[in-house]
C-alpha cells in the first residue's frame, strides 16, 4: 500500500522553527519527486516546496517561504524533512507531503496536479 505520513507539527511561537518529517512506504522514496503543500482554513492548497527525486539535485520553494524553509532528503530513512524557520502566523495551516506521479523525475514543480499520493497532513499553528 503506498503511503505517506507527515509529523512533526506542533504549536510554536512566532519567530521560532519547526522541522517536518514526511516518511514514505509502499514504494521507494528516493525514486520519486516529493513535494511539501500546505491548507490553511479557508483557502486553496498551496505548495511550499519540493525537491527531485534521487540525489534532490533539484529544489523550489515558494516566494512566500523563500529564505525560511527548506527541503531535504535521506533517502536510507526514506524520510524528506521541511525545516522551518522564521514562522509567523501566516504559517498555520496543515502541511501536507506528496509524490509526483512519475518516478525518477530530475525535476520539481509545486503544482498540486503533478502529485498523486498524499499524506494525511500535520498541523502548523503559529501563535503567541
Known amino acids: 500500500q503506498l503511503q505517506l505520513v507527515e509529523s512533526g507539527g506542533g504549536l510554536v511561537q512566532p519567530g521560532g522553527s519547526l522541522r517536518l518529517s514526511c516518511t514514505a512506504s509502499?514504494?521507494?522514496?528516493?525514486?520519486?519527486?516529493i513535494g511539501w503543500f500546505r491548507q490553511a482554513p479557508g483557502k486553496e492548497r498551496e505548495g511550499v516546496s519540493c525537491?527531485?527525486?534521487?540525489?534532490?539535485?533539484?529544489?523550489r520553494s515558494a516566494d512566500s517561504v523563500k529564505g525560511r524553509f527548506s527541503i531535504s532528503r535521506d533517502n536510507a530513512k526514506n524520510t524528506i524533512y521541511l525545516q522551518m524557520s522564521s514562522l509567523s502566523p501566516e504559517d498555520t495551516a496543515i502541511y501536507y507531503c506528496?509524490?509526483?506521479?512519475?518516478?525518477?523525475?530530475?525535476?520539481?514543480?509545486?503544482?498540486?496536479?503533478?502529485?498523486?499520493?498524499w499524506g494525511q497532513g500535520t498541523q502548523v499553528t503559529v501563535s503567541s
Open positions: 525537491i527531485s527525486a534521487r540525489g534532490g539535485l533539484m529544489t
Open positions: 506528496a509524490r509526483d506521479w512519475r518516478p525518477n523525475a530530475d525535476t520539481c514543480g509545486i503544482t498540486k496536479a503533478r502529485y498523486n499520493v
Open positions: 509502499g514504494f521507494p522514496l528516493e525514486s520519486y519527486t
